[in-house]
């Protein structure tokens, strides 16, 4: 059984950082990209960023791209989401997910995520 959990989310000031982690477990972690999503109340979940099972390939959503870092420990079974210069519209319940098929390159899409976390809530206050 495959499980994703979530941590690190909290409420911080624009311009703060933070670090999300995603504990997964059930499967050889290291066969399968990862990525990080997001659901603002109101507003469909979204695509913030992606890694591939090796750590060597990554891609981000462009209102990301400079702020935000995605990146994995294998050997712990750790993904991670280092967002800095965070923003009110970064507001959001962040979602981590692993790919269905091994070995693939960067993920976007969420119909090719099966496993999914609970999330965790990031507020930035103005």
């Known amino acids: 059984q495959v499980r994703l959990i979530e941590s690190g989310g909290g409420l911080v000031q624009a311009g703060d950082s933070l670090r999300l982690s995603c504990a997964a477990s059930g499967r050889p972690f290291s066969n399968y990209a990862m990525g990080w999503f997001r659901q603002a109340p109101g507003k469909e979940r979204e695509f913030v960023a992606t890694i591939t099972w090796s750590g060597l390939g990554t891609d981000y959503v462009d209102s990301v791209k400079g702020r935000f870092t995605i990146s994995r420990d294998n050997a712990k079974n750790m993904v991670y989401l280092r967002m800095n210069s965070l923003k009110p519209e970064d507001t959001a319940i962040y979602y981590c997910?692993?790919?269905?098929?091994?070995?693939?390159?960067?993920?976007?899409?969420?119909?090719?995520?099966?496993?999914w976390g609970q999330g965790t809530q990031v507020t930035v206050s103005s």
């Open positions: 997910a692993q790919g269905g098929a091994p070995m693939t390159g960067p993920i976007r899409g969420p119909n090719e995520y099966p496993y």
